[in-house]
């Protein structure tokens, strides 16, 4: 026998060698925590495994050690996904079902290479480190149902390297870290619900070129985009009221940006190290500008400055020695 089943639970299944292709049975309604982790134990030769449309639930651990098993299609019955379900499979292409509500962190520190997931309509979640351990991606399909984004839910994956990928618009919340370090994204739509871009939201994303805010935006948060060196285009929007600690800090490529009437707030160092900015605006509206908010922007000239802010000034703008900016204040 194949599989021990018990109540309608698949409760483990015993590798047989000659055994390449394996279907679960219909009337199986879950498979069991650590259900086919034999597979850390002896060789396996599955390579193929067809899930029922009666599963409801895969478990803990449940399919980790497949690492013969290249591609899954995870059913729309299926509603709940345990933790570290795939974990160090060898899936090259994963569909996950309709059914699935939240995508929890079905990886593993230690690297997960996937050509392709599609995430189907229905997800809501993606939950903390879901998708951080994610190696070689081509394409990720997100689909526009999803909601938010828990911390850290992508953070230091190459997902996008190379690839394609698509920022849904009903996001209502991107946690700290949530995409930090995450390479390969060009170009962020912040959608119109978001309130605020929390910490390090997209900090360290090397190949982002790209991001335009949503009028919903009132803050951006500490390091939200900081070090990504090929940001160069910034479209902020009009009812931003705070620019928050380093939020630009490190962005090598940002050249000019402007700051939108209704800003209120420039954080300590929030443009600091950016090297190349040479132009932005200052609102009237702004009432406080951080300790070194503009500190080592070596070429950034003819900046004027409301008045009321003169007592700010000399600490927010103090330049590395040998500096050729030339600031002009009212």
């Not at 953070?155 to 995450?182: H, M, Q, R, W, Y």
């Not at 170009?187 to 871009?197: C, H, I, R």
């Not at 509206?285 to 951080?290: C, P, W």
Request: hydrophobic content about 40%; some cysteine; charged content about 25%.
């Amino acid at each position: 026998m194949s599989a021990i089943i018990e109540n309608g639970v698949l409760v483990k299944y015993n590798h047989d060698p000659n055994e390449t292709s394996y279907e679960i049975p219909e009337g199986v309604t879950e498979i069991g925590d650590y259900a086919f982790q034999a597979a850390f134990r002896q060789p396996t030769y599955l390579t193929e495994l067809k899930i029922p449309n009666t599963v409801t639930r895969i478990g803990e651990f449940a399919l980790s050690g497949l690492r013969n098993v290249k591609e899954l299609v995870v059913p729309d019955s299926v509603t709940e996904l345990g933790r570290g379900c795939f974990c160090s499979t060898g899936f090259k292409r994963l569909v996950i079902g309709k059914g699935v509500k939240t995508l929890p962190p079905f990886m593993d520190d230690g690297g997960f290479t996937l050509n392709e997931i599609i995430l189907s309509d229905g997800l809501e979640e993606i939950c903390t480190s879901a998708l951080g351990a994610v190696r070689g991606m081509r394409v990720l399909h997100i689909p526009e149902t999803v909601k938010i984004f828990r911390r850290r839910a992508l953070t230091g994956s190459d997902i996008f390297l190379d690839g394609e990928v698509n920022f849904p618009k009903n996001v209502e919340l991107v946690e700290n870290l949530a995409f930090d370090g995450a390479s390969g994204i060009d170009t962020v739509d912040l959608a119109p619900g978001l309130k605020k871009v929390w910490e390090g939201s997209f900090s360290g994303c090397l190949s982002l070129r790209t991001v335009n805010f949503s009028d919903s935006i009132t803050e951006i948060g500490y390091k939200a985009f900081a070090y990504c060196k090929k940001l160069s285009k910034v479209n902020l929007n009009r009812g931003l009221k705070v620019i928050g600690e380093r939020a630009f800090s490190g962005d090598s490529s940002l050249t000019e940006i402007t700051l939108p009437d209704g800003v209120e707030e420039i954080a300590p160092k929030a443009f600091y190290a950016c090297v190349n900015l040479k132009k932005i605006n200052i609102p009237d509206s702004v009432k406080v500008i951080g300790k070194d908010a503009f500190y080592n922007c070596p070429w950034l000239e003819n900046l004027e400055l409301p008045a009321h802010l003169e007592s700010q000034r000399a600490a927010a703008f103090t330049p590395y020695e040998g500096a050729t900016g030339h600031y002009r204040f009212e």
